[in-house]
């Protein structure tokens, strides 16, 4: 699969209203989820998903962090933790992810106030999306959402 493929398959897996083109290589959701099994949360979640050839291990940090920056600057409505928290999906797609790359998608995403950074890397030559797949002790009551939200939306193969 290459990179346009896989980014088509996300903006076919999301509503056309919740998308947001940000150039020929990445696209932006933004969409809002409350459940009151959450004891009556809302999560809102910005996803940014971006092609690139390759990547390195800091270039992904600091994307990632640039993403969670967005997703709190762009988050409508209350202010965090009133009910309502971030979740910020920064995913990279590339042509092939290096182990170094799998090593910090994978690893516990650092804690936030409120707030989730979600780096997954997708690689694009097996069709694997490489992601922290433990339970978060600090947001455990989201995670199956979060999970399946990961699966729905970027974990797309052929």
Partial sequence: ??????????????????????????????????????????????SFVRYVPAILPQEFEVYSKHCLREAIRGKRGLPRGL?????????IAADHISPEVAAFASTRPPKHYSAFEVPIAYDLSTQQAIY????????????????????????IGE
């Fill in 1 to 46: 699969m290459d990179g346009q493929t896989y980014l088509n398959r996300v903006r076919d897996s999301f509503p056309a209203q919740l998308l947001r083109e940000a150039g020929p290589d990445q696209l932006i959701a933004y969409e809002e989820e409350f459940r009151m099994e959450w004891l009556a949360t809302k999560l809102k979640m910005t």
């Fill in 83 to 91: 009910q309502n928290g971030v979740v910020s999906f920064s995913v």
């Fill in 132 to 155: 922290y797949q433990d339970t978060m002790v600090w947001g455990s009551l989201y995670v199956p959402f979060l999970k399946a939200y990961i699966d729905r939306h970027f974990a």
